[in-house]
């Protein structure tokens, strides 16, 4: 059982101050029924905690689905470039939220923020096997060949040895789907340069057992919804 007050603080949103104006002005809801002590303890695992009838998420951990728009890196900071994390608000920056692995500056597509690093951890390990999938776009059109090389596992260019891959064609070939289930420098794009097909644009749309929110648009983001943090925790420790 935890303190309303410090579920709410360790949110990032609200000072203990406020959440004490918060409590005192009947704003704040557990299970439906107004708090009336910022003390009062709840079980943060089954509780529904409301401020101003928005459900606020009190896990310890926050999980950010975010459509990654071209032109930012993937990082918490930079000292010349704009990074994924400014499209946050400044309440979940200040909570630390780092981005699950990296999509080049030009890539797109879903990219997670959390600040549990155990789950990244997981998500990240190759021997965890968690597939990603990537649509590309490249010149020229990928073909049965090229399926079958990187279903066999590409040697680059460099002597670094690629897991085994997936690639299916999408319509003429000059668009396909790759999964990997790891992810090295700028992989998706030097195994298809490898086969002769270099990239023009890259998307991704899949990670483990999340998929892009179609209703995301560049630069948007959400919370994950219970059952997404509920399949991320089927990859191993409860989240
Ligand atoms: N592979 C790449 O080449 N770039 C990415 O951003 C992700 C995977």
Not at 44 to 49: I, K, Q, T
Not at 157 to 162: A, E, F, I, R
Not at 184 to 205: C, D, E, N, S, T
Request: aromatic content about 2%.
């Amino acid at each position: 059982m935890d303190r309303i007050d410090k579920l709410l603080c360790a949110t990032g949103r609200w000072s203990r101050r406020e959440i004490k104006d918060l409590v005192r002005q009947g704003r704040v809801l557990a299970d439906g029924r107004a708090v009336r002590r910022p003390e009062e303890k709840v079980d943060p695992s089954a509780v529904s905690l409301v401020v101003d009838g928005e459900r606020v998420d009190c896990s310890p951990c926050v999980y950010v689905m975010l459509h990654k728009p071209a032109g930012l890196l993937s990082a918490t900071e930079d000292r010349s470039q704009p990074t994924v994390v400014e499209l946050l608000p400044e309440d979940l920056r200040r909570r630390g939220l780092f981005p699950v692995g990296r999509l080049d500056k030009d890539t797109t597509g879903l990219l997670l923020l959390t600040d549990d690093g155990d789950l990244a951890h997981r998500l990240l390990s190759p021997r965890k096997h968690v597939d990603k999938v990537y649509l590309a776009r490249v010149e020229g059109r990928v073909d049965r060949s090229d399926v079958e090389a990187l279903r066999a596992g590409l040697v680059l260019g460099d002597g670094t040895v690629c897991l085994p891959a997936g690639l299916e064609p999408v319509g003429d070939g000059s668009s396909c789907l790759v999964t990997l289930r790891e992810g090295k420098y700028h992989q998706v794009k030097r195994m298809l340069a490898a086969r002769g097909k270099p990239v023009a644009a890259l998307h991704r749309l899949r990670m483990g057992p999340l998929t892009l929110d179609e209703g995301l648009k560049p630069g948007e983001w959400r919370f994950l919804t219970d059952r997404e943090r509920a399949e991320l925790a089927g990859l191993g420790d409860t989240i």
